[in-house]
Nanobody, 121 residues
């Protein structure tokens, strides 16, 4: 069974930094795209950043220049370095990965349980 476990959330003051990590475990043949999404109460989950297996990245406009997504393919991990944090970045952040567990089946998306990020003075 595939599991995604996030860590690194917490409370930070405006202008501060946090680094989120997500570790993928289980029976994995390959990990394709990986990404971070966030959600606030009453709103849809939104894409924050994605990274392909080759390292190409995509960011939502509001985090460009402030957040950096990276991955370690050897360790099956993805990270989100968040800087210059703003109160509007407050949300539950979810890790997402497109994972192939067997060549017999198509890949599918898996989600972590989420980690709370609160930006407040």
């Amino acid at each position: 069974q595939v599991q995604l476990v996030e860590s690194g959330g917490g409370l930070v003051q405006p202008g501060g930094s946090l680094r989120l990590s997500c570790a993928v475990s289980g029976f994995i043949f390959s990990i394709n795209d990986m990404g971070w999404y966030r959600q606030t109460p009453g709103k849809q989950r939104e894409l924050v950043a994605r990274i392909t297996s080759g390292g190409s990245t995509k960011y939502t406009d509001s985090v460009k220049g402030r957040f950096t997504i990276s991955r370690d393919n050897a360790k099956n991990t993805v990270h989100l370095q968040m800087s210059s944090l703003r109160p509007e970045d407050t949300a539950v952040y979810y890790c997402n990965a497109d994972i192939t567990t067997s060549l017999q089946y198509p890949s599918q998306y898996y989600w972590g349980q989420g980690t709370q990020v609160t930006v407040s003075s």
